[in-house]
């Protein structure tokens, strides 16, 4: 079973930068797509970005597309996301999520999630 724990959120002004991190334990990451979604105050939890096992796929929501880049490296068990110009519509409780078994972009399709990260932008 794989333990999921995301990292690098925090408060910061619109037009800045935040990385976040999602490590994994106890189970090896390979061959497994993975997923960052997020949850605002008051919404359902929406999908952010996706990559496939390989690394060589990924996909994205329309608002974030040229200002979020999702990646991930096998051998360290990670995977990240860097956000360029949040804005406050972006802040929101970052989920990081594996174990996919349906749709790419449906949260119900994972079956392995992390704790969340809250990320919050100012304006």
């Known amino acids: 079973q794989v333990r999921l724990l995301e990292s690098g959120g925090g408060l910061v002004q619109a037009g800045g930068s935040l990385r976040l991190s999602c490590a994994a334990s106890?189970?090896?990451?390979?061959?497994?797509?993975m997923g960052w979604f997020r949850q605002a105050p008051g919404k359902e939890r929406e999908f952010v970005a996706a990559i496939d096992w390989t690394a060589n796929r990924t996909m994205y929501t329309d608002s974030v597309k040229g200002r979020f880049t999702i990646s991930r490296d096998n051998a360290k068990k990670t995977m990240y996301l860097q956000m360029d110009s949040l804005g406050p519509e972006d802040t929101a409780i970052y989920f990081c999520?594996?174990?996919?078994?349906?749709?790419?972009?449906?949260?119900?399709?994972?079956?392995?999630w992390g704790p969340g990260t809250q990320v919050t932008v100012s304006s």
């Open positions: 106890g189970r090896t990451l390979s061959f497994f797509d």
């Open positions: 999520a594996t174990d996919r078994r349906g749709p790419l972009k449906n949260p119900g399709g994972y079956a392995s």
